[in-house]
């Protein structure tokens, strides 16, 4: 027997199942993804282009639909100054986690973490409840006479926000925290000893060193912000409509499946560009992992 037959016959040791094993691990992912991720989102795009007829009807009327530019200006306000505020608040608790001792960082990351234990159909409600206009808000308010009539505070824009806003804390704080946690404590204190004040300091040192956090928390927020639907839904009572719920009124009520797949396909292409233009300006892949 030659020794290349030999080594034919030689079994597979533990490196080749281990490479075997790792791309059983790679390709079943893959393969999931392609079925239940991929194939749907292609098919969407189809539909945008094929129902009720085939041509770009449905994206002509990006242009000429009053309904559908309204929805789309709202859906960008409302997640481009949720995304503001959240950040703001996010970046305040962030570094209120980081400089706090340790039990007051343990109490307070808890706080942070209960939130993801609360579905956000509950906490919508509980939002309506505490908004309306019996609610704790405005009975805090007549009660203390600062107000004379309840305040329109729920089924509006500013409710909306307020339930976005706590939603989305969590999502910007966490990101910012990580960020924040490897940055060398002691350049603040180096800055403040070659004579800069505290608001220089933290404004020419620890801003820019924090800066990948905020970018990548604020495209997560973003994102979620722009296909938000069971918050608006809830807290908007009809009045405040996002793309998302406008989408679901077009396939459940009014059967327009091709303006409906439209308008994600327009939603899912706006994210992605966003992406990449930011990408552009930032490593935002190394952002996110922060």
């Known amino acids: 027997m030659t020794a290349l037959a030999a080594n034919d016959l030689k079994p597979a040791g533990p490196g080749a199942s281990g490479e075997r094993l790792y791309w059983l691990l790679l390709i079943l992912p893959c393969v999931f993804l392609g079925l239940f991720y ?6 969407v795009l189809v ?3 094929t129902v009720p007829k085939a041509g770009f009807a449905n994206y002509a009327e990006l242009a000429s639909n009053g309904a559908v530019q309204r929805v789309l200006i709202t859906t960008v306000r409302i997640g481009a100054i949720t995304t503001a505020i959240t ?6 608790v962030a570094y209120a986690l980081v400089q706090c001792g340790p039990r007051e960082r343990q109490i307070l990351l808890a706080i942070v973490l209960a939130s993801f234990w609360i579905s956000a159909l509950i906490r919508a ?6 908004l309306q206009s019996q609610g704790l808000i405005n009975n805090t308010l007549i009660g203390l006479g600062l107000i004379d009539s309840p305040l329109q505070l729920v089924r509006n824009e500013l409710g909306v926000m307020i339930g976005m806003v706590h939603y989305m804390l969590p999502y910007a704080i966490l990101p910012l925290y990580a ?3 490897g940055i060398d404590k002691s350049l603040v204190p180096a800055a403040r000893a070659l004579g800069a004040t505290p608001f220089q300091a933290f404004r020419w040192v620890f801003v820019p060193m924090s800066l990948p956090g905020l970018i990548g928390a604020g495209v997560i927020v973003l994102i979620f912000s722009l296909g938000f639907y069971i ?3 809830i807290l908007g009572g009809g009045k405040t409509i996002m793309v998302a719920e406008y989408v679901s009124v077009q396939i459940s009520e009014t059967l327009r499946w091709g ?3 439209m308008l994600a396909s327009t939603l899912l292409a706006s994210v992605l560009l966003l992406v990449f233009w930011l ?3 930032m490593d935002v892949e190394a952002a996110l992992k922060k």
């Open 38 to 43: 991929v194939v749907p989102v292609v098919n």
């Open 47 to 49: 539909m945008s282009v």
């Open 87 to 92: 950040l703001a608040l996010g970046y305040a």
């Open 125 to 130: 409600f509980a939002w309506v409840a505490i």
């Open 179 to 181: 960020n924040m946690s």
């Open 231 to 233: 918050t608006p839904a």
């Open 259 to 261: 303006l409906a797949a």
């Open 279 to 281: 990408s552009r300006f």
